[in-house]
């Protein structure tokens, strides 16, 4: 069991170190990093040592008993012969006997450690296995049908911890190909939003509803197929560009993921690699830019096609240029859909139909971008900040 836990805690060092080299490097870190795998190393060899301790002991312990049975069968066979009651074929017969039996007991040890072994690795699976999931179909839950799509949050109340609320009362609607758009300072709850849309998380009071439909009601498969998301941080797998993006709908023809590439604005640039879409795009896409990965993500949501949109600052790491086609793109691909945008630079959503201001998982405003900026209150004053320096775009939902 030490062993194991050992060589887990070492694992996950290792694993850690490795995907966040980026990190390590910044700091100069590579030598503490390899004296903490090292630390967890040294606790697994101790382990393991004792393991292989005990289990000569275990095998000299018994070569001993089995040598010593043997020798004293053995000496009484011959005492046998001595005495004529058996001869000198018996002798050789029992010997054979003994040989045939004590030879497999020899393994004992060595299967028996085998066995703990398993049996230690059989545990540590069946605990993960009994860990409850938080989020389960109901019994009877049914399939998910859009019809039109619009999305209602029903006085929804919702906290991570017992002690402290994200959401209070929260009470939205999206109407059937609205684009509506949430906006406010960091830890008012709009990432939260998208979490419980995709049902990450039941909420604590409330309802969250599609077409009249309790999320809570529906099977989780059937939900999250007919959302779209694209998010700020987009992670995509080691494999090539063109598994990436297909992932979006692995059925998806060449022809379809290529149009996908070229809505998001992203076609020339695969076309021009070396090995085009057949690139390999490395650990988390490390071997693209913030906008490349950024862009595949977007072709992944087109090629899925589904029928409401979650954009979690889906254009935060473009240029200006690029982002303006992409807003274009996702405008286009928005029509007909209900689009939730989550966004931290406002410029991104002054089209939305309507803009909603959080704060402390409250709405204190609503209404369109001219409303907004009429009404002269929170949200006026974050455009205002914005106006005036560009640069604290990015943190301009943060300011008083």
């Known amino acids: 069991q030490r062993m194991n836990e050992r060589d887990t805690d070492a694992n996950q060092k290792a694993i850690d170190s490795l995907l966040n080299f980026e990190t390590v490097k910044y700091f100069g870190a590579e030598g ?16 393991a040592v004792k393991t292989q301790v005990s289990l000569a002991w275990l095998n000299l312990g018994q070569s001993l008993i089995i040598t010593t049975g043997l020798v004293i069968v053995m000496v009484m066979a011959a005492r046998g012969v001595q005495a004529g009651s058996l001869t000198v074929g ?16 020899n393994f004992l040890g060595t299967v028996y450690r085998e066995i703990r072994q398993a049996l230690v690795d059989m545990a540590a699976m069946f605990d993960l296995l009994e860990q409850p999931a938080e ?25 991570y911890e017992t002690e402290r609320s994200i959401l209070h009362g929260l009470t939205l609607t999206v109407e059937p190909g609205q684009t509506v758009a949430v906006v406010g300072p960091s830890g008012s709850g709009k990432s939260t939003i998208g979490r419980l849309l995709f049902r990450f998380y039941d909420v604590s009071a409330g309802a969250v509803l599609i077409d009249g439909q309790d999320l809570r009601e529906v099977t989780q498969a059937s939900l999250r197929a007919a959302i779209g998301v694209v998010p700020q941080d987009t992670v995509l797998f080691n494999d090539t560009i ?5 992932y979006g709908r692995p059925e998806a023809s060449r022809t379809e993921v290529e149009g996908a590439a070229r809505a998001a604005q992203i076609h020339e640039f695969i076309a021009g690699l070396p090995e ?31 029928p409401i949109l979650l954009l979690d600052e889906a254009t935060s790491a473009l240029d200006s240029e690029t982002e303006r086609d992409i807003q274009d793109s996702l405008a286009a691909m928005g029509e007909g859909r209900s689009v939730i945008t989550i966004a931290h630079r406002l410029s991104t959503v002054v089209d939305a ?13 609503q209404g369109s971008h001219e409303a907004l900026l009429a009404l002269g209150g929170r949200y006026a004053r ?13 943190e301009a939902t943060d300011a008083a």
């Open 32 to 47: 503490r990093e390899a004296a903490r795998y090292d630390a967890s190393m040294q606790g697994y060899e101790g382990a």
């Open 90 to 105: 018996d002798f050789v017969m029992v010997n054979a006997y003994m040989i045939q039996i004590t030879m497999p007991l």
């Open 135 to 159: 989020i389960e179909n109901r019994p009877g839950a049914t399939p998910l049908v859009v019809s039109a799509g619009r999305i209602e949050f029903r006085d929804v109340g919702f906290a």
């Open 242 to 246: 063109y598994y990436n993006i297909a």
């Open 276 to 306: 085009g879409y057949d690139t390999t795009v490395g650990e988390r896409g490390l071997k693209l830019s913030g906008g490349e990965k950024q862009r595949v993500g977007i072709a992944r949501t087109l090629l899925k096609d589904p």
């Open 353 to 365: 139909d309507r803009i909603v201001v959080l704060e402390r998982g409250r709405v204190v405003e």
């Open 382 to 394: 974050m455009w205002t900040r914005q106006q005036s320096d560009p640069d604290a775009e990015a």
